[in-house]
């Protein structure tokens, strides 16, 4: 058996040493996982995010909290930092346009809440200050939690002037306007969003007999892929789904797609020629009539997987 000469001093000093390293490298860790900047009660400007939220070194990360009181003001139109991925607005917080204005792809989640649902308190909010358009990417989803209070009342999660010039664009295709579409080429007023919890968005599931939580085993392909369109948005057709490679090491060779029950859902299967991570992409097309209403309109939606095959 080996033996070490170590003077207990020294050793008990290398003992502290390291623990407090230790308690450094996780406390950082904390920090990175759980960064997030929470507005101050007030107006922000779209120009001062950065400086409000300077605390992780004037970058930025995560969640952007909205608290009551506070706002966020899209008055210009400055980019919305690229490190925020979902934007949080609790009851009596708003995102406020000043402009039409466009959140980049980065941003995954605009949460709407309303912990009293409709019981007086305003939810979070996103009032369009006047006839001006907010577009979100194909792979960003707003979701509402009051599904109650509808627009054009005190209190609803979409709050603005009544009128068709007011709308909301799914990547480069108008999705809803403020006031019952005529002749708009779509079928959702703003009360029809709230109604249906928000907009549509892409849930996915990656499995194989062997795996869990897209990690999958690489000797028990091909895997199962499901994707379906979240919410319950009364469309009368079926999406349209394809899949496709963003990276990864080797091949990925797609079967046919199936339809599955409920129409907004499909599966398909898939092979990798080598193990390593593999970043797949879900596309929806979806025709935007409903029961009462026809257009030829579509969105698109998105989403990336990331599947690691071992």
Not at 8 to 36: D, E, N, R, V
Not at 176 to 198: E, H, R
């Amino acid at each position: 058996m080996k033996t070490y000469a170590i003077h207990l001093k020294l050793k008990k000093k290398l003992q502290i040493k390291h623990a407090i390293l230790a308690i450094i490298f996780l406390l950082a860790s904390i920090t990175t996982t759980t960064a997030q900047c929470i507005l101050p009660a007030g107006i922000t400007t779209i120009n001062d995010l950065t400086t409000v939220c300077s605390k992780d070194a004037n970058n930025p990360s995560g969640i952007l909290s909205i608290p009551s009181g506070a706002t966020l003001h899209l008055n210009t139109a400055s980019e919305f930092p690229a490190s925020f991925t979902e934007i949080h607005v609790l009851n009596n917080g708003t995102i406020e346009l000043g402009l039409d204005y466009t959140f980049p792809p980065t941003l995954l989640k605009i949460f709407l809440f309303d912990a009293d649902g409709d019981k007086g308190v305003a939810s979070g909010k996103i009032n369009f200050s006047g006839n001006y358009f907010l577009k979100i990417s194909t792979g960003t989803q707003i979701y509402i939690e009051n599904t109650v209070t509808m627009h054009g009342d005190d209190g609803a999660a979409l709050s603005g002037p009544l009128n068709q010039a007011v709308g909301l664009y799914i990547g480069s295709k108008q999705y809803a306007t403020a006031k019952t579409p005529n002749d708009t080429g779509v079928c959702s007023d703003f009360s029809k969003v709230i109604a249906n919890g928000g907009t549509p968005s892409l849930n996915e599931c990656i499995s194989s007999t062997i795996g869990s939580s897209n990690a999958v085993c690489f000797n028990n392909q091909p895997y199962t892929v499901v994707s379906s369109i979240s919410g319950h948005i009364p469309f009368t057709t079926g999406a349209v789904f394809t899949w496709s490679k963003v990276s990864g090491p080797g091949k990925v060779i797609f079967g046919p797609n199936t339809s599955l029950s409920p129409k907004n859902t499909t599966e398909n299967s898939i092979e990798v020629s080598i193990p390593g991570t593999y970043v797949l992409r879900v596309t929806a097309v979806q025709n935007l009539s409903v029961a009462d209403c026809t257009v030829p309109s579509t969105i698109t939606l998105t989403k990336d997987i990331k599947t690691v095959a071992k």
